[in-house]
T-cell receptor, first 111, second 112 residues
């Protein structure tokens, strides 16, 4: 399968700080997705990106679809304790039938 | 309430004893899939189904079977489980491929 490299693997930050994470791929994708997984739950979609260069926000979250179509970035501003969880990027190619996930970024927010 | 329901949520079983993890969705979704989640590897797709009676292998299908006899159900079958199938399994569905994917709550499976 296609490899999606997500970094950092884990982050410990103070409440109120901004967070950045990114995802890179060896292949081009037509869609990039960002999910959050809370402990004991399945992943929940945060943001979907459909066009190279697209910048999309969802509250304090902002994600960008890289120009090369091989990467994507997620930023969280002014973090709060409920931001704790694992964040996954995922790439989707409309020519195939798979959704490929990154390895995840575990975020810990210290109050 | 729209949901994807998996059962069991937790299971400890022995090597070689056949088991089935059920998955049901109440959203009339065409697309369903199974993933396993392992530390450091993210979620990897096992099998997926584009519609009733249509199933295909994902990235890691070895040791698993699926069936899609009706739209709402997509069971995952481990004919002869082995310890390397110890993992957290997620079922997911979407209206059709390319639409928002909804995940179940996960099934923790331990094979000893």
């Amino acid at each position: 399968g296609q490899q999606l490299n997500q970094s950092p693997q884990s982050m410990f930050i103070q409440e109120g700080e901004d967070v950045s994470m990114n995802c890179t791929s060896s292949s081009i994708f037509n869609t990039w997705l960002w999910y959050k997984q809370d402990p004991g739950e399945g992943p929940v979609l945060l943001i979907a990106l459909y066009k190279a260069g697209e910048l999309t926000s969802n509250g304090r979250l902002t994600a960008q679809f890289g120009i090369t179509r091989k990467d994507s970035f997620l930023n969280i501003s002014a973090s709060i304790p409920s931001d704790v969880g694992i964040y996954f990027c995922a790439g989707q190619d409309t020519g195939a039938n798979n959704l490929f996930f990154g390895t995840g970024t575990r975020l810990t927010v210290i109050p | 309430e729209a949901q994807v329901t998996q059962n069991p949520r937790y299971l400890i079983t022995v090597t070689g004893k056949k088991l089935t993890v059920t998955c049901s969705q109440n959203m009339n979704h065409e697309y369903m899939s199974w993933y396993r989640q392992d530390p450091g590897l993210g979620l990897r797709q096992i099998y997926y189904s584009m519609n009733v009676e249509v199933t295909d292998k994902g990235d890691v299908p070895e040791g698993y079977k699926v069936s899609r006899k009706e739209k709402r159900n997509f069971p995952l079958i481990l004919e002869s489980p082995s310890p390397n199938q110890t993992s957290l399994y997620f079922c997911a569905s979407s209206l059709s491929y390319g639409n928002t994917i909804y995940f179940g709550e996960g099934s923790w499976l331990t094979v000893v």
